[in-house]
């Protein structure tokens, strides 16, 4: 018997305590000096006998302790990521067209505007639009039985004004084709879309309010300067009167996750939140570039976010980091053997680009193929499907290799010029923040 390969065990700064992580089965314990004692002691040999007791029957039945030699344990977890794989269906996002309306602070398309590409305005046309369905249903062809994705419309922002013929077609093909839809907006003229939205089949639109009114308006202006807020929730309005499914992403950080119960209180006054047609999210705001979606924000300690959140924020955390929603919500745990979706996600852009990696769209070398004339994809694509926790080196003998999935692709090419290596650095900071986040929670030190 011996420690799992997969099991990390992180030392809380303030006691003497540590927090025990399995990344197969998604376990999290918090033990004493003693426990992670034993559980280190068991690192190398195989222990043919060890007394029983009920800590150690426990440490079996949580995945922490395995049978079997280390090879075993990764021969077996191979097997399961190979299971994995096959049960994955590609996700497709039409980039509708580059162009924004708005100039929010924390923009991470903001290099497309500095000039690292110069050109980013060309619209999707309509031959452009029968290409990426040509390749939608090329790579869809091989789903079989399995049931197809919505697709996602993206940008830049995919509702504007200018934008209403292109979006016509586009829905209109994938409609004939039995396609739904999501699409990600800033919401601005969301009111304006309605009537066209209604026509066709929506999952849900997804957009995003970073506080009310004024703090809203700082964060995400127009590029003219002017406010969004208040048009952007009469749009939600009409949107849900229209039962469209209207999702919306809160992105906090320091500074302005005081003012999450003002925009709370201010949702369910106006009858928002609660409707059936509303969901909301927190979702940690990215500062950098490559680092999508990190578990927890980098400025803003636990000991911080557990002073501030209430009872709601806490489940709206909970909703938007799939990492808390598979420990305390209702996703069911999976190791993570990809740091994020780029492995099985196709952009089309309009230039006739595929992309995999959202922050890297328009940056040519990266780029995984062409959709124009037929979809062709080049060495690169083979190069992100391939890159996986199991196959970076030093990912291997790592003990967070299933909790972080060997950090950030992009990332590591802008660091090291290679996809293929490790990144450690989009994974530990935020991560240890989560730590001390999960330890407070399941100290029940503030609500959960
Ligand atoms: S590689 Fe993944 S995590 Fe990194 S920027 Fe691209 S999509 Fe985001
Ligand atoms: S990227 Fe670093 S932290 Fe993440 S699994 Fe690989 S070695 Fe571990």
Redesign the pocket.
Known sequence: MRISRFTSITKLNTEDAFILINGITGCVDLVDSNVAQLLQSMKKEVHAKVPKSSVLESLIERGHLVIGDAEEELYRTRRMMENYIKGVTPLHIIVVTYRCNFNCIYCYQKYMKKGETKTFGQELTSEYTDKIYDAITKVDQELRDKTKKPIHLYGGEPLLPENRGVLEEVFSKGHSLNYRFVILTNGFYLQEFVPLLRRYKLDCIQLTLDGKGRIHDIRRPTLKGEGSFEKIIKGIKTAINNHIKTVIRINFDKSNVKEIPEILDYLTKEQILGNPFTDAYLSPTRRQR????PVFPSDITSAEFAHLADKRMIELFDKGSSFSNKLFGDQIWTPRFY????FSQLFYDPYGDVY?????LRMFEMRVGRYVPTLQFNEKYTQWKNRNVLNLVPCKECPNALICGGG????AYLRTGS?MNADCT?FKLPFTQYISYLAERMQARFYC
Do not use: G
């Not at 490559?290 to 979606?293: D, L, N, T």
């Not at 740091?339 to 780029?342: E, I, L, M, S």
């Not at 950030?408 to 990332?411: K, P, T, V, Y």
């Open positions: 490559a680092i999508c979606s740091h994020c979706k780029a995999v990696c959202l922050e890297s950030c692709a992009l990332n996809i989009s």
